[in-house]
């Protein structure tokens, strides 16, 4: 595809628009809810605004119960060379760096995995999301990337740069005025110079959150708003009395006393007069069943457990799990995702590693193993290896220890201390037979 200027101000065009669609969801994530602007405030009155974030909670947790623990790679063909050139290249950043992939893919419903090689000649990955950045695929069912844009600013500058990666290069352009502050024309560009990259493809991987790639939160908005709204009324309502109102009998105020009653704390009225306060009465088992059932409803539709709830203080991870089921069949579809990303990313490292090492690796050798970040029964994982032992390699087998992030090299080290071990008793051993004889 021949890369014009026009495509690269369209797809600037497009970045524009997914920035004011989006940002929406990175305020929700950050705290700043709708009620800090729209909520109908009081003169005089209590006008306190709560924010229950929610979706800072559920995207960390959602996101930590796939990648708290590192992911493991594993040969199906015992390729001790392959695992040890992944772990070498990626060790030193991946487990982070997929943390904050899935989590900007969760908020924004997409993500983007930039792969580059950095000034040290290593293979590096940098995180872009869709207020920087804007990927054009091919819209065939594999969705190639054909072309991504990364929109960025330098500190103490005012102007906007831009970097355009295509299946060969890496252009960089300064950014003109657009009209409007929103729409750039032609003429709008100044290309700032180019060069080369070695993946022979746009290197940009597509993260989404889910096969619509909408926000992991974007469905329950109203929720949070009403649950905020709701909460806030109450507080307000107990504060200042917000529905009440000073009512006097047989007596007559001027409104200029009421700033000095207010202010002393003392209403003088005459004999038989009368002062009390009307108010309107609250309902505190409606409203507290309301909040429960909003709270429910948040916690149903996002598919997560409530564990602020009295839980029993030996529930054992088997039972936590079946309290789980929900929450682990929306990351399992996550997982899908994630290990397509990985394998990806595997595909451009091998890429690098041929052209630097002259080594050759297949990406589809590699199996990608996660863990969930639970409560672990060792004992019964124990177990379970035991009775699996005649069954599974040793290296499938301690993929399910969350304690041990590289299989192979555990194996290696387990060999390793063995024949120690064996020479060690055959070194004893022969001396208790010559000490013997003698």
Not at 183 to 207: D, Q, R, T
Not at 212 to 235: C, M, T
């Amino acid at each position: 595809m021949q890369v014009t200027e026009n495509l690269i101000l369209q797809c600037l065009n497009e970045l524009n628009k997914n920035y004011i669609n989006k940002q929406i969801y990175k305020k929700y994530y950050e705290g700043n809810h709708a009620i800090l602007s729209n909520y109908t405030m009081q003169d005089s009155r209590s006008n306190m605004k709560l924010v229950f974030n929610f979706p800072r909670k559920f995207v960390d947790n959602e996101v930590g119960y796939l990648l708290g623990k590192p992911v493991n790679y594993v040969s199906k063909s015992d390729d001790e060379e392959i695992i040890k050139a992944i772990d070498l290249n990626t060790s030193h950043w991946d487990k982070e760096h997929n943390i904050n992939l899935r989590k900007q893919s969760e908020i924004f419903g997409e993500s983007y995995e930039l792969n580059y090689i950095n000034e040290e000649g290593e293979f590096s990955a940098a995180i872009l999301n869709p207020l920087n950045c804007y990927v054009l695929e091919d819209g065939t069912a594999e969705r190639n990337v054909l072309l991504a844009i990364h929109k960025y600013t330098k500190q103490f500058d005012d102007n906007e740069y831009m970097d355009v990666y295509t299946d060969s290069q890496i252009l960089h352009y300064k950014i003109g005025k657009a009209t409007d502050g929103v729409v750039y024309s032609e003429g709008g560009l100044e290309l700032l110079g180019s060069h080369n990259h070695i993946f022979g493809k746009v290197p940009v991987i597509v993260c989404p959150a889910n096969s619509e790639r909408k926000s992991g939160f974007q469905d329950i908005i109203s929720l949070f708003d009403a649950y905020n709204a709701l909460n806030s009324d109450l507080v307000n309502e107990i504060a200042d009395h917000r529905n009440a109102y000073l009512v006097i009998e047989n007596a007559k105020l001027e409104e200029e006393d009421l700033g000095k009653m207010k202010q002393m704390g003392i209403i003088q009225v005459p004999s038989g007069g009368k002062v009390s306060w009307l108010t309107k009465d609250i309902n505190d088992s409606f409203v507290k069943n309301e909040l429960d059932n909003i709270e429910r409803k948040i916690y149903d539709l996002m598919d997560e457990v409530n564990f602020n709830e009295n839980w029993a203080s030996n529930t054992s991870s088997l039972a936590l799990r079946n309290k789980l089921l929900n929450l682990e069949n929306r990351v399992s579809m996550r997982e899908a995702i994630m290990e397509k990303v990985i394998k990806k990313r595997l595909k451009n490292l091998f890429i690098f590693l041929s052209k630097k090492e002259g080594k050759q690796y297949d990406y589809r050798d590699i199996a990608v193993k996660f863990t969930r970040n639970l409560p672990t029964d060792l004992t019964g994982l124990a177990d379970v290896i035991v009775k699996l032992e005649n069954v599974c390699s040793q290296e499938t087998l301690l993929t399910l220890l969350p304690f041990v992030e590289n299989p192979k090299l555990e194996v290696n080290k387990y060999s390793s201390e063995q024949k120690k071990l064996n020479l060690w008793n055959v070194d004893v051993s022969s001396k208790d037979t010559i000490k013997n004889q003698n």
